[in-house]
């Protein structure tokens, strides 16, 4: 067996036999590996950064397409990280006022705003999809008709049973499709998981396919 299936298994079991037995070693361990687990992810996020601004830094450079987006981009990424440096002497960090405002005023609206141009986009594909071609296109289009519905104060203050319908389509099918979509997600992803310990799921090997 290859040295990375054997740390991917000694990893997992660490992390699964907590949950179930009281060995106060191996919740130690434990414990520490997940420590080392937000000094990796810390380290990837770094990462991460220096390669987001060599990337748009070329482009900058190169005065490639949209360039301009790029340099606003790193300018903003450099302003955040300043401001929301950890030293309360100088008066920055995650609680200070700029920090806060940019957060507050900037990103925040254009989150909103992106979410708003989006809501066009799922307009037109619901749309496409509530088509009644068959039976179950057509349970599709009266559901969502009834909760699109029953979310306008122009249709429920006329049709207040609109808000009854919406809440027994949300509290039965929707409930119970929801819980049967996750059995079965919660089934896949324990299949998964004794695969990859058995070491016949390869797939996360350096992105090589199974052996």
């Not at 307009?123 to 009834?146: C, D, K």
């Not at 609109?162 to 809440?167: A, E, N, P, R, S």
Request: glycine share 10%.
């Amino acid at each position: 067996m290859e040295i990375p299936l054997l740390i991917t298994a000694f990893c997992t079991l660490l992390q699964v036999i907590p949950y179930y037995f009281n060995i106060p070693v191996i919740d130690s361990a434990s414990a520490t590996m997940r420590e080392w687990m937000l000094l990796v992810v810390n380290m990837a996020v770094f990462v991460g950064v220096i390669s987001l601004g060599q990337v748009h830094g070329k482009r900058i450079q190169k005065r490639g397409e949209n360039w301009p987006y790029s340099a606003v981009l790193i300018a903003f990424m450099v302003f955040m990280a300043i401001v929301g440096f950890p030293l309360e002497s100088l008066g920055l960090g995650f609680k200070n006022a700029q920090y806060l405002f940019m957060f507050n005023n900037i990103l925040n609206p254009l989150g909103g705003t992106m979410y708003s141009i989006l809501a066009f986009f799922i307009t037109s594909a619901a749309y496409r999809a509530f088509r009644a071609r068959n039976w179950e296109a057509a349970f599709v289009l009266v559901s969502g008709t009834i909760v699109v519905m029953s979310n306008a104060p122009l249709f429920t203050s006329s049709l207040p049973f609109l808000i009854t319908w919406k809440d027994w389509i949300f509290d039965v099918p929707n409930t119970a499709t929801g819980r049967g979509v996750m059995i079965g997600a919660a089934l896949g992803a324990i299949a998964l998981a004794v695969r990859t310990l058995m070491g016949i799921e390869r797939g996360y090997l350096r992105g090589g396919g199974e052996e």
